[in-house]
Every structure is written in structure tokens, then in C-alpha cells.
């Protein structure tokens, strides 16, 4: 019975990574998956393969990361994977992926979205591998 839950397990993280799914949400529970390149997003009226690469910038206008993935949490975009650049101030003096909720966004053109949050609320939100 021990080898058939481990074999379960196992089959189960091994279908989230292949689906896209980041490894911590599936030990968070937290149900995000990446969205497919023709993905709409209305937040922004394009589609996630042009929200990806966007750079964030804060309200000064200063660029503190890029998107690096649409997320979806059950079919519909819920949130952007932003890398954030270790010298931003918006990460530990490293660079690294956070999961933002799209409402955090403004859209300022086709190249740049801009963040609402600062930088202790963003260091406060969920991580994730790239």
C-alpha cells in the first residue's frame, strides 16, 4: 500500500510540472497554472504571449522586472509571474518570481504595465521557481 501512495504521489507531481503548473503551487495547493500563448487576458486586452516580456515598472516609472508568465487559476488569467531584478528593492537582494494579482497592474502601453503595490507588499506575496 506504501509504494502504491508513493507511486500515486509521484505520477502526480510528475503531470503538474508537464502541465505547466509551478512546482510550489502544487505543494501550496494553490492551483495556478501557466496560460496558453493565445490566452486573452481582458485585464489588458491582449493575449498572454504579448503580456509575457512586458517590462514593470513603479510608479516613478523605474523598471523593477519583466512578466515572465500569465497564471490562471481555474482556466481564467488571475495573475502575472513577475520576475522581479535582485537591485529593484522589490525582491531580497536577489532576483525572483513572484506571483502578483493582475488588479496590482496598470497598463501604460504595448511594452510596460505598471505596479500599484510597493515593495513590502510585493515581498510579501507568493514565490515561485522559474
Same mark, same amino acid.
Given at each position: ?5 508513493? @507511486?500515486? /504521489? ?5 503531470? /503538474? ?9 502544487? $505543494? ?7 496560460? =496558453? ?11 498572454? *504571449? ?8 513603479? =510608479? =516613478? ?8 508568465? &500569465? ?11 513577475? %520576475? ?5 528593492? @522589490? ?6 518570481? &513572484?506571483? &502578483?494579482?493582475? %488588479?496590482?497592474?496598470?497598463?501604460? *502601453? ?9 515593495? $513590502? $507588499? ?9
Amino acid at each position: 500500500m506504501r509504494m502504491i501512495n508513493r @507511486y500515486i /504521489a509521484l505520477t502526480g507531481i510528475a503531470a /503538474a510540472c508537464l502541465s505547466g503548473i509551478p512546482p510550489s503551487a502544487l $505543494a501550496e495547493g494553490e492551483g495556478w497554472g501557466k496560460a =496558453a500563448d493565445n490566452t486573452m487576458v481582458p485585464a489588458f486586452g491582449m493575449s498572454a *504571449d504579448d503580456v509575457e516580456d512586458l517590462d514593470v515598472v513603479n =510608479a =516613478a516609472g523605474d523598471r523593477i522586472g519583466e512578466v515572465e508568465d &500569465v497564471l490562471t487559476k481555474g482556466g481564467t488569467p488571475a495573475a502575472l509571474g513577475v %520576475d522581479f531584478k535582485g537591485f529593484s528593492g @522589490y525582491s531580497p537582494g536577489k532576483d525572483i518570481n &513572484v506571483v &502578483v494579482p493582475l %488588479d496590482e497592474f496598470t497598463l501604460l *502601453d504595448k511594452k510596460r504595465l505598471s505596479l500599484k503595490a510597493d515593495a $513590502a $507588499a510585493v515581498k510579501a506575496m507568493e514565490t515561485y521557481p522559474d
